[in-house]
């Protein structure tokens, strides 16, 4: 993809959660939709004021965790009874309930990763450039203590005048246009 | 009592309990108490004179294991009838260590115990290194490790499989599984800190190191909500496996015949014992680091308090635990395992069985009453030795005097340990002394972005409120 130009958003600051919900929560309101918020620590109500409620990570989990379970049992009922039958004590070569531990730790296994990795895949990371790091207060703000409210420039209500306009109507410490 | 209350800071006049942070942090003074300890560029000489030491022991472990695959298990003292010697010992020990910090990480967090905040990062990391030092024993124990592939379901061209049936392949599973889930969730709990270490690195080889550890993280609110959902399912699925991986381990026993080892109570006295010593192990770790990086302000007395009463309730587990081994012992009827309890408590090796008795019941479960002793730094600091070295002897006494004299006198043998065996356990000492030492220079060691969450300004205050200035 060529590298796009112009401008990604307009970036306002805020100095606290609660200034940020009420702004997130406004522009919603107002329409907003293409935007979203950046803090240092998880806020749960900031992803609510933008509308984000449900995610498929633990649907991603649960697949997960069932292939595990599926693959490790099937694993070891074909090696136990087919690949290599072993006598042992005259014990069933199908013997379930001893299959259960090692599967029980794969659904595990394969549950947690999923969680992880499916986690940072619909997240879209690891994406180490980002037009917001262009932004001369957003490093070491975003990450520290600072509470952004970022209005792309991909929805259609987005003017750069209009916008910002509309962002300092919140009264932000500032605003700022992020480009590309 | 409540001049007392009246007039510590420390505590909370609200609850009377020590505050999980001191008063008068804000977020950008939490950040930089925790980002300089590793971002300075000048490493103090303590540290090199610690990593010296533990790196010297560190080689002590190279040496004994280099000798090892030279000549085998030989040079081990483990021999007929006792063939489970000091690495099986110093693997159970060390694994059971690592359990506190999935605890604290995991089931701390679905029972949302904020003040586990402060103290996460530097368990888990414990549990890793600790997992380290344990997954090597058995891999060395094998006498053969170049062949410990053959433990894995792979095809190989012999066309040999594992057998599912054994508690001992269970373990390969369990154990490996909990590697890897505990190195996972400890790298996804340090993603969003690797983000503020970036950001706030003033070199470039630094900036450059933590931004690819990072992945990119920046904070967005729909990243928070996906990472706080993963957080949560991870959590979730280490509580029931850090449950079954000691389960497993003591399987390995309790499956077997033999007295001593064949009984159903092993399963939950392992994982109680696991908790307990690992609870321990944090208290090791916690107490130098917090007065030697001074971050008494967000490691506060209230984390040592209640790490002193979760060993308490631990240690009355494994207490029900050993009283129940004894009472079996007379209950079954069985002469084997009368004898057995007999020969553990009075028998040639009779000495192990009360150093057991003195330092995980006697000292701990009469002082932690105390919530005066419970807050004092170094008899914590002594305790927790003193109960490490207890939980040692615990595996100690059920792997050797299980073993040296079973059922047949004519079998019948004793155990002593070589100066190889001492070697590789101090040398693994050293190990885990010197990667944690690693992990607090060159890692974020409290979760930043978690505390965040406990400050006051993390309160969010209704509009009239904020206008007040409140």
Known sequence: MAPREGTYGLLAEFDTPGDLIRAAQQARLDGWRRMDCYTPYPVEEVAEAIGFHRNKVPLVTLIGGLMGLAAMFLLEVWISVWAYPLNIGGRPTYSWPAFIVPAYEWTILFAGLSAAFGMLALNGLPALYHPLFNAPNFCDGATTDKFFLCLEALDPKFDLVEAKKYLQSFQPVSVVEVEY | ?470
């Open chain 2, 1 to 470: 009592m409540a001049v007392e209350l009246k007039d510590n800071p420390k505590l909370d006049p609200a609850t009377g309990e020590y505050r999980v942070i001191a008063p008068g942090q804000s977020f950008r003074s939490v950040t930089e108490k925790i980002t300089r300890i590793v971002l300075t560029p000048t490493t103090p000489l303590g540290w090199f004179a610690l990593f010296g030491v533990a790196g010297a022991v560190a080689t002590a472990l190279l040496v004994a294991v280099t000798w090892l695959f030279l000549v085998g298990v030989g040079i081990w003292g483990i021999t007929q009838p006792v063939a489970w010697g000091f690495a099986i010992i110093n693997f159970v020990w060390w694994i059971g260590i690592g359990h506190a910090g999935t605890l604290i990480s995991a089931i701390l967090l679905l029972f949302k115990q904020g003040w586990r905040n402060s103290i996460n990062r530097f368990a888990e990391a414990m549990t890793i290194f600790a997992v380290v030092c344990a997954g090597m024993f058995p891999l060395i124990h094998v006498g053969r490790p170049w062949l410990a592939y053959w433990m894995l379901p792979v095809p190989l061209t012999m066309n040999v499989w594992p057998q599912f049936r054994s508690p001992l392949l269970w373990d390969v599973f369990a154990v490996s599984t909990y590697a890897i889930i505990s190195v996972v969730f400890w790298y996804i709990g340090m993603v969003p800190d690797f983000g503020t270490m970036r950001d706030r690195a003033e070199s470039k080889l630094a900036k450059y190191a933590y931004g690819l550890c990072s992945l990119g993280w920046r904070g967005s609110a729909r990243h928070w909500a996906r990472y706080e959902t993963s957080s949560l399912l991870l959590a979730g699925l280490a509580t029931p496996l850090v449950l079954s991986v000691h389960t497993v381990i003591s399987f390995d026993f309790a499956v077997a015949v033999l007295p001593g080892w064949h009984t159903t109570i092993f399963p939950p006295y392992f994982v109680a014992g696991a908790i307990y010593s690992g609870f321990a192990m944090v208290l090791t770790l916690a107490i130098p680091l917090r007065k030697f990086y001074h971050l008494e302000s967000l490691v506060t007395e209230r984390h040592i308090d209640n790490m002193g009463k979760v060993m308490l309730a631990t240690g009355f587990i494994v207490a029900y635990g050993y009283a129940m081994e004894v009472f079996m012992a007379w209950y079954s009827a069985s002469h084997w395992e009368a004898f057995m309890m007999w020969n553990r408590m009075f028998g040639p090796m009779g000495w192990a069985y009360w150093v057991l008795v003195t330092c995980n019941l006697a000292i701990p479960l009469t002082t932690l009453w105390s919530r005066k002793l419970r807050t004092n730094m170094a008899f914590m600091f002594l305790l927790s030795i003193v109960v490490n070295t207890g939980m040692w002897f615990e595996r100690f006494v059920i792997i050797v005097t299980s073993l040296y004299r079973d059922f047949l006198p004519s079998s019948w043998g004793t155990y002593r340990a070589t100066k190889w065996d001492y070697m590789t356990y101090v040398g693994t000492l050293g190990l885990f002394t010197a990667l944690f030492l690693l992990f607090v220079r060159f890692l974020p060691m409290i979760p930043m972005s978690e505390i965040r969450t406990m400050l006051p300004g993390a309160k969010i205050t209704p509009k009239k409120a904020a206008e007040a200035g409140d």
